[in-house]
């Protein structure tokens, strides 16, 4: 069965930088787009960046944008998202995502806190 485990999550300062990595496994990774999502306190959950199957293509949040890169590595199925110049907005549960034949699928989510 699909499954998604992300990590690096913690608690950084404002403007540092933190790696979050998902490892997939259960499907053909290579084949799939995968997506990170983040949802703060009280707050819906929002798509942050998307990453084609090729790696080719990215998309961000205009929130997020010229501060995180999504990427990936098809040999390890894994799907990483750097972000630097963290902002306390930024502060919530990061999931990674992939839809794979039609059903939407999701980690266990990784924190992510920005505090002085």
């Known amino acids: 069965q699909v499954q998604l485990v992300e990590s690096g999550g913690g608690l950084v300062q404002p403007g540092g930088s933190l790696r979050l990595s998902c490892a997939a496994s259960g499907f053909t990774f290579s084949n799939y787009g995968m997506k990170w999502y983040r949802q703060a306190p009280g707050k819906e959950r929002e798509l942050v960046a998307t990453i084609s199957s090729t790696g080719w293509s990215s998309n961000y949040a205009d929130s997020v944008k010229g501060r995180f890169t999504i990427s990936r590595d098809n040999a390890k199925n894994t799907v990483y998202l750097q972000m630097n110049s963290l902002k306390p907005e930024d502060t919530a549960v990061y999931y990674c995502?992939?839809?794979?034949?039609?059903?939407?699928?999701w980690g266990q989510g990784t924190q992510v806190t920005v505090s002085s």
């Open positions: 995502n992939v839809v794979q034949r039609g059903l939407s699928h």
